[in-house]
């Protein structure tokens, strides 16, 4: 079953100039609609934006086996749930070591 989509209401305000009656008199509603993916694998590049980093960087921790993989044809896509357990990882990951003087 797919997920619902959430619809935004945005309200656009161009940069003040001149008087405040003006700028009432610009306004702009938009109504903007964002659909959760309720795919199984991600492309890179969606895994990606989930964790907030650049598609270089996510190419790197594939490469590194950090994140695992699904191949599918000449394919590579990400389950989900390999992003959660490289959360895990890196939270079980003790980043309190000294440094050295």
């Known amino acids: 079953m797919a997920k ?5 209401r945005l309200e656009l305000v161009p940069p003040q100039r001149g008087h ?3 700028r009432e008199q610009n306004r ?4 903007v609609t964002l659909r959760t993916s309720d795919r199984m694998l991600l492309t890179v590049a969606e895994a990606a934006e989930r964790l907030g980093i650049g598609r270089s960087t996510m190419y790197v921790l594939i490469a590194d086996g950090q994140i695992d993989t699904v191949r599918v044809g000449r394919l590579r896509r990400i389950e989900p749930e390999a992003l959660s357990a490289y959360i895990s990882r890196v939270r079980a990951t003790p980043t309190d070591t000294p440094r050295p003087a």
């Open 4 to 8: 619902p989509a959430t619809v935004h």
């Open 20 to 22: 405040k009656t003006r």
């Open 28 to 31: 702009q509603v938009v109504d």
